[in-house]
């Protein structure tokens, strides 16, 4: 009885077996089939994207021949026929805007004025000396738009507020045409007449400026140097730093005018928090004066001896500034002043407006400095330097000055103090050539 139970217990594990390997060999086999399976689509979708990729390169090459061969004949007809092929991708129909410029050359002086903020004798001007860098040549494919044209968008939108959109519908021009014109135009003013306008005054002109500033009350005098603000839009690179004491965005404007009011000096595109003096340390000017001419603007300049004192040929310049050898300052401890130092003051002061003016006429005359824009601080500094040569331009051509353009200026935004003390270093001699002057004041 137990063997043949034995029996049956091992037949039993002998068939367990044989199933148990038979399951694994279909398994392995369905494995197998899949595998293959795989193998066939993955090669039939390499097959796919290659054949795909091969009729892709053909209907390329067929299109580039096509396009080829239409390019070529359009050039052989042109050529044949000496046809004109107007692209509007380069150049607008002529319209409203078109036919408002056409008009508007035939205006009188006041209209170029009121909207141009120039005579059209000076307008012309201008075109002409930067004609060479605006003109664009004509070719069969395009009509350029001329210089004159080109100048006149650029100052219509230096001169108003309006948005590109305003000035690109009133021109007859896109939108996009505008922002180029106004970079190509600023380039070319710094390129062609920065140089030739905005220079400190040397032999007979430098003469002509201390007689003009003995005719406002004060001697040895060739300019005076002033800060003002101008807006600009919020940079993303340390905005705080731009955020000045009134509580806006801008870059800070130093600049020398003479008795003319006219720019002859400018240095531009520092953060709005930097007061004057730190201006005037990372100026040209000051390199100039304190590195290069001993600690002397106007080394050509002709001296007064007063007490064995030289009053050299100098700038003058508000309480922000140091008190130097080249750069004049009033006295403070204004309860301590003699009768002959606030006299001293006061001429200072008197003989400074004509900063204030300049400012203020430059902001009246391009009120694109007074309202702020969207364009990157580098391009709004070309903007600024670019109207200072304009100003100049106006201002030696006796250009008037509109009282209805009067913008509201900075009121001497900075009205921090510099301690004298602070820049002991030529305190001294600047203190004596100080004295001097009021001195040559009563003499």
């Known amino acids: 009885m137990e063997d043949d139970r034995e029996q049956v217990l091992s037949l039993a594990a002998t068939t367990l077996v044989a199933f148990n390997m038979q399951i694994h060999e279909q398994f392995l086999q369905s494995m197998l089939n899949i595998q293959s399976v795989h193998i066939r689509l993955m090669d039939r979708l390499r097959s796919f994207r290659t054949q795909s990729e091969a009729a892709r390169r053909r209907r390329w090459r067929k299109y580039r021949r096509l396009q080829t061969a239409l390019m070529t004949e359009l050039m052989a007809r042109t050529c044949i026929e000496g046809a004109t092929c107007t692209r509007s991708i380069w150049q607008r129909e002529g319209g409203r805007g078109r036919e408002f410029w056409t008009t508007f050359q035939d205006s009188g002086d006041d209209k170029w004025r009121t909207h141009l903020r120039m005579s059209r004798s000076t307008f012309e001007y201008i075109a002409e000396n930067l004609r060479p860098a605006l003109q664009k040549q004509k070719t069969n494919f395009r009509c350029p738009i001329d210089h004159r044209t080109r100048l006149a968008v650029v100052l219509w939108w230096y001169a108003t507020p309006a948005e590109y959109r305003t000035v690109a519908v009133l021109f007859g021009i896109g939108v996009s045409t505008v922002c180029g014109l106004v970079r190509q135009v600023t380039k070319a003013i710094l390129g062609t007449l920065r140089k030739r306008l905005i220079s400190l005054p040397i032999g007979e002109q430098l003469d002509k400026a201390v007689q003009g500033f003995e005719a406002r009350g004060y001697p040895q005098c060739a300019g005076a140097i002033d800060g003002t603000h101008i807006p600009v839009a919020v940079p993303n690179d340390k905005p705080a730093d731009y955020l000045n004491k009134k509580g806006w965005h801008s870059?800070?404007?130093?600049?020398?005018?003479?008795?003319?009011?006219?720019?002859?000096?400018?240095?531009?595109?520092?953060?709005?928090?930097?007061?004057?003096?730190?201006?005037?340390?990372?100026?040209?000017?000051?390199?100039?004066?304190?590195?290069?001419?001993?600690?002397?603007?106007?080394?050509?300049?002709?001296?007064?001896?007063?007490?064995?004192?030289?009053?050299?040929?100098?700038?003058?310049?508000?309480?922000?500034?140091?008190?130097?050898?080249?750069?004049?300052?009033?006295?403070?401890?204004?309860?301590?002043?003699?009768?002959?130092?606030?006299?001293?003051?006061?001429?200072?002061?008197?003989?400074?407006?004509?900063?204030?003016?300049?400012?203020?006429?430059?902001?009246?005359?391009?009120?694109?400095?007074?309202?702020?824009?969207?364009?990157?601080?580098?391009?709004?500094?070309?903007?600024?330097?670019?109207?200072?040569?304009?100003?100049?331009?106006?201002?030696?051509?006796?250009?008037?000055?509109?009282?209805?353009?009067?913008?509201?200026?900075?009121?001497?935004?900075?009205?921090?103090?510099?301690?004298?003390?602070?820049?002991?270093?030529?305190?001294?001699?600047?203190?004596?050539?100080?004295?001097?002057?009021?001195?040559?004041?009563?003499?």
């Open 251 to 443: 870059v800070v404007l130093q600049a020398v005018v003479d008795h003319k009011f006219c720019f002859t000096d400018i240095y531009v595109g520092l953060p709005g928090q930097t007061h004057d003096a730190e201006v005037l340390t990372n100026s040209d000017i000051y390199t100039l004066a304190e590195h290069h001419q001993n600690g002397f603007l106007f080394p050509l300049g002709k001296p007064q001896v007063v007490n064995d004192v030289q009053i050299p040929v100098h700038l003058i310049g508000g309480p922000a500034y140091p008190l130097k050898r080249w750069i004049m300052t009033g006295f403070t401890h204004h309860e301590q002043l003699t009768a002959e130092q606030r006299t001293f003051n006061s001429r200072l002061s008197s003989a400074r407006t004509c900063s204030e003016v300049a400012f203020g006429r430059l902001k009246g005359r391009w009120r694109c400095l007074v309202k702020r824009n969207d364009l990157a601080v580098r391009t709004t500094t070309d903007n600024i330097i670019a109207c200072c040569v304009l100003h100049n331009v106006c201002e030696l051509r006796r250009d008037h000055f509109l009282p209805e353009w009067n913008a509201p200026v900075d009121e001497q935004e900075r009205l921090d103090v510099l301690d004298e003390n602070e820049d002991a270093g030529s305190a001294g001699q600047a203190s004596a050539i100080r004295d001097a002057v009021v001195t040559l004041l009563y003499m």
